[in-house]
């Protein structure tokens, strides 16, 4: 089917580290009847046609009435149900924001996490710096991702309709990403490039750059070993860098569920780190100790991708200050999504 095949070719073309990072991000092609979106915790670059999970789009129809409980968690798990109701293969659960995708009318949805962008979306003055630059994007504040931020965009894209007579092509999320809409792969690489580009021009006009100016220093075997001792099967894995400013606070899901929120910055003791887990619940995936940033895991792969999320984080941080400086996410959103078990599953699929 040459759709299916132009989505597996977007997924790819999106799928690089400038506009996602590890499992983040997601896609989806849908014709009347069917939807095919990217299974939760896969990465995008390694989409292929057989792997999209294809989704009845008259059940997932159902979800917008489906009387939910108050309980925030009880709710996601009725919609994880729900949709997995809706499955016609068994490639997988689908991505959390697959109601999401069903809503929006056109043929392909393309969803990033892009560096550029979130640098925007995380800042404090992300909002007017969106409606100046693309004032025919739809801005979304904060809202919880799965179900909830569905129905709340379900409302704002039927109001934006209403008012300009089409679904907005581009949905700007504070603290998360980019939903880009369109019907054939050109639309969609055409309005990813009306808004790299401009940002691009931002950031260069202020002489602002993505870069951590990491130095590589010698490891430190010593250090590394202490480490593993005191974390246990936690680090049982490590990769590390030379030093770049961590960002020190919670960001986005995605820096949530691969980096956590803190960085361990404390002196290397059992009694901090036991501090740190009793305050946290967890412990770190991120930890700065000397010249050097670690990223824990019981994974190498995990490992990786906590330092990965925690040099992105930083880039963020960077670019942020283009845009009035960092927002962080409220301890509420964080603790949700530290709570939610469909970020525990996408870790799992992702390490």
Known sequence: MQDLQT????SHEF?????????????????????WVKPSGTTLAGLQEETFVTLNRAKVNGLYDVETPEESHAREELVKNFMGEAVLNDAGRPSVEAPLHNILETKFVVHTHALLVNGMTCAKDG??????????ALWVEYIDAGYTLCMVLKD????????????????????HGIFVSGDTAEEIRSLYASVMNPLREEYEKLGITEDLGISEVARDSEAESKIQEIFGEDAAFIESS????????PITPDHLVYARAFPFSDELTQENADAYQNKHGFAPKVLIHGDRIYGLGKTEKNAGLALLFAQ?????????????SVEYMTDRAREFIENWEVESYREKVAS
């Open 242 to 249: 030379g030093y770049f400013e961590c960002v020190p606070g």
């Open 127 to 136: 909002e007017s710096v969106c409606k100046r630059l693309f004032p025919d």
């Open 15 to 35: 799928g690089t580290p400038e506009y996602v990072k590890g499992g983040g991000g997601n896609t989806s092609y849908k014709d009347e009847s069917t939807l």
């Open 7 to 10: 989505i597996v070719e977007l």
């Open 312 to 324: 992105d984080g930083a880039q963020v941080l960077k670019l942020s200050q283009a845009f009035g």
């Open 156 to 175: 704002r894209i039927d109001a934006y309709k209403a008012e300009f007579n089409r679904v907005p092509k581009i949905i700007m999320l504070k603290n």
